[in-house]
T-cell receptor
Framework: GENVEQHPSTLSVQEGDSAVIKCTYSDSASNYFPWYKQELGKRPQLIIDIRSNVGEKKDQRIAVTLNKTAKHFSLHITETQPEDSAVYFCAASLSGSARQLTFGSGTQLTVLP | NAGVTQTPKFQVLKTGQSMTLQCAQDMNHEYMSWYRQDPGMGLRLIHYSVGAGITDQGEVPNGYNVSRSTTEDFPLRLLSAAPSQTSVYFC??????????????FGPGTRLTVL
């Protein structure tokens, strides 16, 4: 089955700096890659996603890039703010949608004021 | 809309006890799933359902049963609880959307401790 590895497990940045979280996947047929943000004690929430026919997607301060050849995708957060502090999860699916997702192990992002 | 709801929020069981975690959604979504979340391991898929009457196993199905008699409800049953099942359990639902699939919505979670 699919395997998703996520790095780093923890990341601390100064407010205003950029943060980058990277994930690699094992199955080249995977075609849907969402990112979720989970605040302490809360449920995961989708922040951005990308499908395999697109190389990059942006939404305000958040962007995701996909390299199908290398089988990796990354989350980029610019101009970080304290409220960006949370655990971020990447995931991958063969279904082309948010079904039967395989998740990475998560990255604890801390934005220092 | 309430979205995805789960009950209970917290539960403590003794080894060998059985219980059912309830999950309901009011978005008329076809696809529902159960995950468990353990520290440092992300979310792992337990079981999923693509519609009423249809269920299938995910990555870690052992020790759990599910059924889907209606579109709205997707209960998860622990047959004989074990300490290894101590975890946070999330139910999620996903509807058909544009381009092959919509957003996955998670419930608030159930924190289960097995002693």
């Amino acid at each position: 089955g699919e395997n998703v590895e996520q790095h780093p497990s923890t990341l601390s940045v100064q407010e205003g700096d950029s943060a980058v979280i990277k994930c690699t996947y094992s199955d080249s047929a995977s075609n849907y890659f969402p990112w979720y943000k989970q605040e302490l004690g809360k449920r995961p929430q989708l922040i951005i996603d990308i499908r395999s026919n697109v190389g990059e997607k942006k939404d305000q301060r958040i962007a995701v890039t996909l390299n199908k050849t290398a089988k990796h995708f990354s989350l980029h957060i610019t101009e970080t703010q304290p409220e960006d502090s949370a655990v971020y999860f990447c995931a991958a699916s063969l279904s082309g949608s948010a079904r039967q997702l395989t998740f990475g192990s998560g990255t604890q992002l801390t934005v220092l004021p | 809309n309430a979205g995805v709801t789960q009950t209970p929020k917290f539960q403590v069981l003794k080894t060998g006890q059985s219980m059912t975690l309830q999950c309901a959604q009011d978005m008329n979504h076809e696809y529902m799933s159960w995950y468990r979340q353990d520290p440092g391991m992300g979310l792992r898929l337990i079981h999923y359902s693509v519609g009423a009457g249809i269920t299938d196993q995910g990555e870690v199905p052992n020790g759990y049963n599910v059924s889907r008699s209606t579109t709205e409800d997707f209960p998860l049953r622990l047959l004989s609880a074990a300490p290894s099942q101590t975890s946070v359990y999330f139910c999620a639902s996903t509807g058909y959307g544009l381009a092959g699939g919509g957003e996955q919505f998670f419930g608030p979670g159930t924190r289960l401790t097995v002693l």
